[in-house]
């Protein structure tokens, strides 16, 4: 039993260390990348909610998926503030680095 133990541990650090490594990749690429503003059309909106079984609260993440002009698109993690003020069809200057939306104006 204490091998089974030991091998669980570590089993579970290193799944805490595989996290927080692929997370600091993320940020750093990110600041890596240019700050982009670019002419773009929102297209479609949707969410994922997990969570909200027993006593604990439901979290909701929102999403966007913009279409550029030469028709690529990225999807980006977008504020609720932001998720609410943004309709599908708004056309406007999308600000966004690496996969970090910074902003739209309509």
């Given at each position: 039993m204490p091998l089974f133990m030991k091998l669980m541990f570590i089993l579970?650090?290193?799944v805490f260390v595989f996290v927080i490594f692929k997370s600091l990749?993320?940020?750093?690429?990110?600041?890596?990348?240019?700050?982009l503003s670019?002419?773009?059309?929102?297209?479609?909106k949707r969410t994922e909610v997990w969570?909200?079984?027993g006593d604990s609260s439901a979290n909701t993440r929102?999403?966007?998926?913009?279409q550029f002009q030469d028709g690529n698109r990225v999807e980006?993690?977008?504020?609720?503030?932001?998720?609410?003020?943004?309709?599908e069809g708004d056309k406007?200057?999308?600000s966004y680095q690496g996969t970090r939306f910074k902003g739209f104006v309509r």
């Open positions: 579970i650090i290193g990749k993320a940020w750093s690429t990110n600041n890596a990348s240019p700050l670019v002419q773009a059309a929102a297209v479609t969570g909200g079984s929102y999403y966007v998926t913009f980006l993690i977008v504020p609720s503030q932001e998720f609410g003020l943004i309709v406007g200057q999308l």
